[in-house]
């Protein structure tokens, strides 16, 4: 197989040391190694969340912790406001209506983050405390947009409505404080800022989530959370989990802990910030507003004349390099490139170089090195991260 470079946002590279921990034998889950080893996966996640609460692990990708954040802790009928900024978002407020709740939505443009005074002013009007819930993403995958979750956070104040964050794409990259900025049920998963393999959801639960999840009635089993807390309880989860898996993330958080969690906030930033001014350098507009930019995912609408798909066509086919397209309606109009998992810095400048490369071969007036040098200052520290 031809050596590919993957810069998608999900699946991400994984480390040699965490992809052999897939090869160790497998052990009972019912056991006392398993419990061991639970239990370490609850210490090196409790601080990405930031939550001294309880955080659970499931055996599906992103999207089964999100139904089960929907399942557990609504009910047919509850009025929920969503507050998509992309596919992500419109996906949480689909489970959300498959599972009965009515949705609302509040509107933002494609590549700005949640309004805080529109989210304020919406809350406000809801003098009745009709509004059950607050679906919110940290980090929209699609349009390379991160929200700022702390200024969210204040702008829900003190309204009663359960606040679920789809923090899939962004946790582990950039600071998420649950307890101090009163989130309540926050879903994760391993494929993505935790540089695992895809196969595990992380589901962490406040409090306050307990309270709704005790009282919700819509219909659960495989993803039953109080089942989960219950096993949990016993270090073990309610099914059989994937064990290797496991493995994977208590070596990947090994590694992450090892690196420092600020540090990893500042490498993730760093990295956004050198694609982002690669890409302006050779012509791209970057899809995200200034104030919006994710830290794990840079997404930008190539040069004028040049296709979106014939780039990435070229990139993987010539170059190696696979990066993302457009989701839904930005399909064929924009490129994504991530910055998560066992990324180095010459990883990325030989991406963008191969991006020039492949903008030459599909005809596009290029400078070559020019995207290179850009993202060079930035990885020196001669520009400010966040350009
Ligand atoms: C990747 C991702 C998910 C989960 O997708 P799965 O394919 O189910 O793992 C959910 N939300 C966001 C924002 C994501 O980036």
Same mark, same amino acid.
């Given at each position: 197989?031809?050596?590919?470079?993957?810069?998608?946002?999900? @699946?991400?590279?994984?480390?040699?040391?965490?992809?052999?921990?897939?090869?160790? @034998?497998?052990?009972?889950?019912?056991?006392?190694?398993?419990?061991?080893?639970?239990?370490?996966?609850? =210490?090196?996640?409790? @601080?990405?969340? $930031?939550?001294? /609460?309880?955080?659970?692990?499931?055996?599906?990708?992103?999207?089964?912790?999100?139904?089960?954040?929907?399942?557990?802790?609504?009910?047919?009928?509850?009025?929920?406001?969503?507050?998509?900024?992309?596919?992500?978002?419109?996906?949480?407020?689909?489970?959300?209506?498959?599972?009965?709740?009515? *949705?609302?939505?509040?509107?933002?443009?494609?590549?700005?983050?949640?309004?805080?005074?529109?989210?304020?002013?919406?809350?406000?009007?809801?003098?009745?405390?009709?509004?059950?819930?607050? !679906?919110?993403?940290? &980090?929209?995958?699609?349009? $390379? *947009?991160?929200?700022?979750?702390?200024?969210?956070?204040?702008? %829900?104040?003190?309204?009663?409505?359960?606040?679920?964050?789809?923090?899939?794409?962004?946790?582990?990259?950039?600071?998420?404080?649950?307890?101090?900025?009163?989130?309540? %049920?926050?879903?994760?998963?391993?494929?993505?800022? !935790?540089? *695992?393999?895809?196969?595990?959801?992380?589901?962490?639960?406040?409090?306050?989530?307990?309270?709704?999840?005790?009282?919700?009635?819509?219909?659960?089993?495989?993803?039953?959370?109080?089942?989960?807390?219950?096993?949990?309880?016993?270090?073990?989860?309610?099914?059989?989990? @994937?064990?290797?898996?496991?493995?994977?993330?208590?070596?990947?958080?090994?590694?992450?802990?090892?690196?420092?969690?600020?540090? &990893?906030?500042?490498?993730?930033?760093?990295?956004?910030?050198?694609?982002?001014?690669?890409?302006?350098?050779?012509?791209?507009?970057?899809?995200? =507003?200034?104030?919006?930019?994710? +830290?794990?995912?840079?997404?930008? +609408?190539?040069?004028?004349?040049?296709?979106?798909?014939?780039? !990435?066509?070229?990139?993987?086919?010539?170059?190696? +390099?696979?990066?993302?397209?457009?989701?839904?309606?930005?399909?064929?109009? %924009?490129?994504?490139?991530?910055?998560?998992?066992?990324?180095?810095?010459?990883?990325?400048?030989?991406? %963008?170089?191969?991006?020039?490369?492949?903008?030459?071969?599909?005809?596009?007036?290029?400078?070559?090195?020019?995207? +290179?040098?850009?993202?060079?200052?930035?990885?020196? /520290?001669?520009?400010?991260?966040?350009?």
């Amino acid at each position: 197989m031809k050596k590919t470079l993957l810069l998608l946002p999900g @699946p991400v590279p994984v480390a040699q040391p965490v992809l052999e921990a897939m090869a160790w @034998p497998m052990i009972n889950h019912r056991g006392p190694e398993f419990a061991e080893l639970l239990a370490r996966l609850e =210490r090196g996640m409790r @601080p990405i969340f $930031g939550t001294e /609460g309880d955080v659970l692990f499931l055996g599906s990708s992103g999207t089964g912790g999100l139904e089960a954040a929907v399942a557990n802790a609504f009910s047919p009928g509850d009025l929920l406001l969503s507050c998509p900024v992309g596919a992500f978002g419109k996906r949480l407020a689909d489970i959300a209506r498959t599972f009965g709740c009515t *949705v609302e939505e509040l509107d933002t443009p494609l590549g700005a983050g949640v309004d805080a005074d529109a989210l304020r002013e919406r809350l406000k009007r809801d003098t009745a405390r009709e509004i059950r819930g607050i !679906l919110l993403t940290q &980090n929209e995958t699609s349009t $390379g *947009v991160q929200n700022d979750m702390e200024t969210l956070a204040r702008a %829900i104040g003190d309204h009663p409505a359960l606040r679920v964050v789809d923090a899939v794409s962004g946790l582990g990259a950039t600071r998420f404080e649950m307890d101090a900025w009163g989130y309540d %049920i926050v879903v994760s998963a391993s494929q993505k800022a !935790l540089a *695992v393999p895809p196969g595990i959801a992380m589901v962490a639960v406040s409090d306050r989530g307990w309270d709704a999840i005790e009282h919700a009635k819509a219909h659960r089993y495989y993803f039953d959370l109080r089942k989960a807390r219950e096993f949990a309880r016993k270090g073990q989860t309610a099914w059989t989990p @994937p064990i290797s898996v496991f493995y994977a993330l208590a070596v990947s958080l090994e590694r992450y802990h090892a690196e420092g969690i600020d540090a &990893n906030f500042a490498r993730h930033a760093r990295y956004a910030s050198a694609i982002r001014s690669a890409f302006e350098t050779l012509g791209f507009s970057i899809f995200s =507003r200034s104030d919006a930019h994710s +830290v794990t995912v840079v997404a930008a +609408v190539p040069p004028h004349g040049v296709d979106a798909s014939a780039l !990435l066509k070229t990139l993987r086919e010539s170059y190696g +390099v696979v990066l993302s397209g457009g989701q839904g309606e930005l399909t064929g109009k %924009i490129v994504r490139m991530g910055t998560m998992g066992d990324v180095s810095e010459s990883d990325l400048l030989g991406a %963008i170089g191969a991006i020039e490369l492949a903008l030459a071969d599909l005809g596009a007036a290029v400078s070559l090195g020019m995207g +290179v040098a850009a993202a060079s200052q930035v990885l020196l /520290g001669r520009v400010a991260a966040g350009v």
